[in-house]
């Protein structure tokens, strides 16, 4: 081989390897944080501007009750760095090991949280969980098909609405309703009254088409049902999508449940910068009132009220008056007596009556 052959075969050996290493850098995989959310719970814009401010992919999973995030996380199969419990579910994965706690140095956004949520939550000093969003459960139906409609649950009670109605797939929310209708506490441990709110959910079962968490939405949209036990987020959605339906939403006149959301990352996340860089990213006034008008719920975040639209600021299923509101109660951990709550909630699915 002559000396030019050589060199020609050196200079070209070397641009093959300066090609593979540039493709090798351009295909090279972005880092993901891998997130466990509830269905449409988060504004897609947002999260498109994440990824391109920290050059990462997020990759979503969804669930559709507080149970099943529960179930998986106990099952060791979960595989995520950042999750979204409702609060008094957070309590329980808290106390079991499988969420950790937080450095606060790393989220300077924790500034912006709102002291008066942060009060009536069991995490009050955001040791290991940051409100994302609240938001209350209430009644959503076609004015209409629903004649003479009163803001009560005794409405699941109508017999004329048979079969075109639906509750929440979800014990607490359900026999929560109850709880309240019969003037007791959605966090009562007594097993009195939790069979007697079983009961009247029994009288309720006789009426709904099925006890449904996701196609309620559908379902009232389409016409399919005329009224649902839903969340306010979810009905309003379908009011803006379906503006020449006569949707209307209200919170019952014996109160409701209500629930914050929780920013939580679980024990064996593996990529914990970007998992913090997200909390953070999401308490960032500007950000929150963008997903707090998307999603349709309270990012609980001082700093991002004065740029909410008066018209969002004025919705009285977002912000109920005080009256209303008082008699709402935040979903707390009830310990042991869950297993009642259970034991109940597979009476009510399986049988006609509870004696």
């Not at 009750?65 to 950042?82: R, T």
């Not at 005329?226 to 306010?232: P, S």
């Not at 009220?305 to 018209?311: H, T, V, W």
């Amino acid at each position: 081989m002559s000396r030019k052959t050589k060199t020609s075969f050196a200079i070209r050996m070397a641009m093959l390897v300066g090609v593979a290493l540039f493709l090798s850098a351009g295909c090279a995989e972005k880092p993901k944080l891998m997130l466990y959310n509830w269905d449409a719970y988060i504004d897609p814009d947002l999260v498109k501007a994440f990824e391109k401010e920290f050059k990462c992919k997020v990759v979503q999973d969804t669930f559709d009750s507080n149970e099943m995030l529960e179930a998986k996380m106990k099952s060791g199969a979960a595989n995520y760095d950042i999750i979204v419990p409702s609060s008094y579910v957070t309590e329980r994965l808290y106390k079991q090991g499988l969420i950790q706690k937080l450095d606060h140095s790393l989220i300077p956004n924790l500034q912006h949280v709102d002291q008066d949520i942060l009060a009536q939550l069991p995490d009050g000093d955001m040791e290991h969980s940051v409100p994302y969003m609240m938001g209350y459960a209430a009644i959503g139906y076609n004015a209409d098909q629903v004649k003479g409609f009163e803001a009560t649950w005794r409405m699941f009670e109508r017999g004329d609405l048979k079969n075109r109605v639906t509750l929440l797939n979800d014990l607490r929310e359900v026999i929560g309703a109850a709880l309240l209708t019969l003037g007791y506490s959605v966090n009562t441990r007594s097993e009195a009254e939790i069979k007697e709110a079983a009961q009247l959910v029994m009288k309720w079962k006789q009426t709904i088409a099925k006890f449904e968490n996701e196609q309620y939405k559908n379902g009232l949209a389409s016409g399919e049902y005329f009224m649902v036990q839903g969340y306010v987020c979810d009905m309003l959605q379908v009011q803006e999508e379906n503006p020449k339906k006569n949707i209307e939403i209200a919170i019952p006149q014996e109160g409701t449940t209500f629930a914050v959301d929780m920013l939580v990352i679980p024990a064996g996340a593996k990529n914990l910068e970007l998992a913090y860089a997200f909390i953070n990213f999401l308490h960032d006034p500007e950000i929150a009132a963008q997903n707090t008008e998307w999603v349709c719920q309270v990012c609980p975040n001082s700093a991002s009220y004065p740029l909410l639209d008066k018209e969002f600021l004025e919705n009285d299923v977002l912000f109920p008056d005080p009256e209303l509101k008082a008699k709402c109660e935040l979903l707390e951990d009830i310990g042991d007596a869950i297993a009642i709550y259970n034991r109940y909630w597979d009476l009510i699915k399986t049988r006609d009556s509870i004696d």
